[in-house]
């Protein structure tokens, strides 16, 4: 059996590559089945990339159906620090099952390390093209040209704070998020204060919160909305190769 940890130190018992896997986290499902086809056998419902995936769907990365999971039998499930219960994680524990836990990254470079160690050393594979392509295109931040309010949801509104994977994005493709130095991570000023804040534009991802066209001159009139895709924010995995000019050429049309 390999000495293998997770990102919070936890063991991860294997005797070799998994080859029945349950993943509870969608960037997690695209980048092992994009790196290693074939040994997914379930997801989540909201694990929609690879569109081609087909294997049984155990509910919400939030909530999922723990008897479910069990039931498929994995030899490995993938969670993630933020995203995942740890009661549910320690559930699948106790009834035997390993789990890798990826940590909440705090940053594009440390996203990419911890898939790069699943990738290479639970799975042993070789670095994949696509990590190798976007280690090099999110290896270098762009000046600031932009401060922007962020959010993340509405009723109530939270916004990006500190030391988050989609700060570090956009910051990295030029943007500077006006509530980086915020205590938490995820504040919820109130809309009053988040119209008064030192910005100029305002990004609008479409998930986890549906955000559209009419919300930026409905709520913040201001401010110039730049609409973007959720995935390109907060999936780290392959998306990240297109994401990094797709965002770049957003920004460039402002």
Known sequence: ???????????????????????LVPSLTEAVEVSAPGHLVGATDYCTHPSTLDVPRVGGSKYPKVDDVLALRPDLVLANSEEN????????????IPVF?????ASVPAALGSLRRLLTQVYELDQPAWLVEAEELWRTTAPVRHHAVIPVWRKPWIVLGHDTFAGDVLRRVGVANAYANAEDRYPRPPLAELQAARADIVVLPDEPYEFTADDGPGFFPNLRPLLVSGRYLTWYGPSLVEAHGALTRALADL
């Open 1 to 23: 059996m390999k000495d293998l940890f997770d990102d919070l130190g936890e063991p991860v018992p294997l005797d070799g590559p998994p080859s029945r896997v349950v993943s």
């Open 85 to 96: 219960r740890p009661e549910d994680v320690e559930r699948l524990r106790a009834n035997g």
């Open 101 to 105: 836990v990826m940590e909440a990254a």
